[in-house]
């Protein structure tokens, strides 16, 4: 029983590390599950407040291919990274994608508006107001991007550098059936 319990502790703790030196793993992209493994799905019921229209309902984007970009304003990283997230999502958005963002909820409306104005933003953009988004998906970073299938499951990205937008796009292409 001891046996089985320690082979099974260090699967937990090396399994992902072994599967990302597999030929062709992400080693940025984590299906998220939670602690018993189960595939976490998308709740399209959570809170967010929309920007530019406070009425749009983030149900809207249920059943379909989807692209969110979580990050902060004050975020150095989440500045620098946010053209090249709008830039994919323009590229994908013929072919199926849908791409938003959506801003950690500790930050006023006006810092998020000033976000979207100096970064030229065109992506439908929220705050997660109720932090309900950040508790279930977050892990405490920013900027993280996150996929999500048309039936719900989401993957999180954790990094965003030139060196790793090639394997982010593959997994689009996967995620489009393309």
Known sequence: MRTKFLFFALFCVFGNAFAQMLPGANPIATPMADSAGNLILMDFNIKLTGMKD???????????????????????????NY????QIAK????????????????????????????QNASLPFFQDSELEFGKKYGDGYVPRLYLVSSDGKVTRYTSLDSEHIKDIKADIDRLLGK
Do not use: W
């Open 91 to 118: 590229e994908y958005e013929q072919k199926g994608l849908t791409g938003i963002a959506v801003s950690v909820g500790n930050v006023g409306k006006r810092d998020i508006l000033m976000f979207m104005e100096q």
């Open 83 to 86: 053209g090249g997230v709008q």
């Open 54 to 80: 406070a009425n749009m309902p983030y149900s809207v984007f249920n059943r379909r291919p989807l692209m969110i970009y979580y990050f902060s304003p004050h975020c150095p990283h989440c500045q620098k």
